[in-house]
């Protein structure tokens, strides 16, 4: 299980020597409560600590107030760069051109720069000029009310399931649990383990770091790491022979194409969309017909209204509210 | 007569060891410049080709062997690791600035080797490359001199030792 304090001791050694003297210097309630921590050039450092954003002073204190706030240099810019490159940028090309990358622990760093284009297309990043470290966190359990929903008892398989929740509202922490129960199996639901396949294109759902899911998510996993969803989806489905495939924020063309191959295989899956709402999820174009078509069997919509992960409702196919 | 042997003996082989220590430094120079461009290929092969992270590639360099060109690399990779937040360039240099006195080279080596070291890991593949190959091009060329000096030098200080310490002992009998 990861914790946050042990989220905070993981990320330092990524961060600049002086920033780690700061963040160090953080009180044991700010770092268990530590969501993230953002590094902006000649800007304050700030975290977001209990979903709000505080600036941070030199002796780590926090403060709503920008005056004394600690000013991050370009120094300090570049050497998190570097460290959290290992020193060699051409290693992680395709995580400059993404935008982030995964540190060990499963955490996350997002950055903005200059982009280089080629062709019109996006290249690299270059002059990195924030970065955003997200600490990760399993919640072991977060999912557990769902699983009479999801689970289909009779056929010993999942339904069809979508989780759809605004951006920070713990939908990937719900698949991954999602994923780690039916791993295991579910012995006090008589719910037997499955294979699950994985496709993790934002490296985010298992967080691999040389090969190794950072995130517990049970023996029977497969992950196809950093793979595009579409591909990734049909790939696992001929190599790996799974009974699930899960994904996460799936919207594109290319996935709705993937999904309609996939519904009539045996294999179930479970993904994961922005939204907020039926008229949110109905308005994006490749998902309307999905939703017309009745293939996903379960939604389960998320908020954070009572924290990350609070499940506001769960619908079935014909969308008849289960839970409200 | 006896201690007059034993000085004459002494002046000669002291000279002449000199000599052959100064011969060597030219031999030296040579083979460790050959050495950081093989070490150099293995780097580029490795970035290029499985873009596999710089501490890796300098430990897996610097255990490949045990002189001190070796050493600059492996103590690069170890610097990269080791926590104290220092740069791939700041690694570098650290690494070479330690180094250094116990190697062959001379200044122009030195400044090709920081001069690649400022750009180390900095940039994609193809980039990497580039600064490879050049910093290769300039050893190459410091490798030749080198190898001009050493034909020129190493037999002139090999025996000129010897003969200088032979001189000085005529003189003083």
């Known amino acids: 299980m990861l914790q946050l304090s042990r989220g905070l001791s993981e990320i330092l050694p990524f961060l600049a020597p002086s920033l780690r003297d700061i963040l160090g210097r953080l009180s044991p309630t700010v770092v268990d409560g530590l969501e993230e921590v953002r590094l902006r050039l000649s800007r304050p450092l700030s975290v977001r600590w209990r979903q709000n954003e505080f600036f941070l002073d030199m002796k780590g204190e926090l403060s709503p107030l920008i005056s004394g706030a600690y000013i991050v240099s370009r120094e300090e810019i570049q050497k998190t760069v570097q460290l959290i490159s290992q020193g060699s940028i051409y290693a992680f090309e395709e995580e400059f051109r993404q935008g982030f990358l995964t540190l060990p622990g499963g955490h996350r760093v997002g950055f903005t720069g200059r982009a280089v284009l080629e062709g019109g297309q996006l290249k690299t990043l270059r002059d990195i000029s924030s970065l955003n470290f997200r600490i990760a966190r399993a919640v072991p359990g977060a999912s557990r009310p769902l699983l009479p929903y999801v689970l289909d008892l009779r056929n010993l398989s999942p339904y069809h399931t979508l989780i759809v929740s605004p951006p920070c509202a713990g939908k990937t922490t719900m698949l991954r649990d999602l994923v780690r129960f039916l791993s295991y199996g579910i012995p006090e639901l ?4 499955l294979t699950v396949g994985v496709v993790d294109e934002r490296c985010e759902l298992a967080a691999c770091c040389d090969g190794v899911p950072q995130h517990d998510l049970g023996p029977r996993v497969d992950v196809l790491d950093h793979c595009p969803k579409d591909v990734g989806m049909l790939m696992l489905l001929r190599s790996m022979a799974p009974q699930v495939i899960a994904t996460d924020e799936i919207g594109c063309a290319g996935d709705v194409t993937a999904i309609w191959e996939m519904v009539n295989t045996g294999v179930s899956i479970i993904a994961t969309v922005h939204a907020s709402s039926w008229e949110q999820l109905e308005e994006r174009p490749h998902l309307k017909e999905l939703i017309k078509s009745k293939v996903f069997q379960r939604y389960i919509f998320l908020s954070r209204r009572k924290g990350p992960g609070t499940i506001e409702s769960v619908w079935n196919e014909h969308r008849e509210p289960l839970v409200c | 007569m006896m201690w007059k042997m034993i000085g004459a003996l002494f002046v000669i082989s002291s000279l002449g060891m000199a000599g052959i ?50 050493q600059i690399f492996r103590k690069a990779g170890e610097y990269l690791t080791d926590s104290q937040g220092l740069t791939t360039a700041e690694a570098w240099k650290k690494a070479l600035n330690e180094t250094f006195p116990s190697t062959a080279l001379n200044q122009d080596d030195y400044a090709i080797l920081s001069a690649f070291g400022d750009l180390l890991g900095g940039s994609d593949r193809y980039e990497q490359h580039k600064n490879i190959s050049l910093t290769t091009l300039h050893l190459q060329k410091e490798e030749e001199k080198a190898r001009r000096d050493q034909e020129k030098n190493v037999r002139l200080w090999q025996y000129g030792g010897f003969l200088l310490g032979i001189s000085i002992v005529l003189l003083l009998l």
Do not use: C, M, N, W
Not at chain 2, 35 to 50: F, H, K, R, S
């Open chain 1, 190 to 193: 008589h719910f037997p383990a």
């Open chain 2, 21 to 70: 220590k100064v011969a060597s430094y030219f031999t030296r120079r040579t083979a460790e410049l050959r050495l950081l461009q093989e070490a150099l290929q293995v780097l580029d092969t490795e970035i290029v080709y499985a873009a596999t992270p710089l501490p890796a590639v300098l430990k897996k360099i610097g255990q490949t062997g045990g002189g001190a060109i070796a």
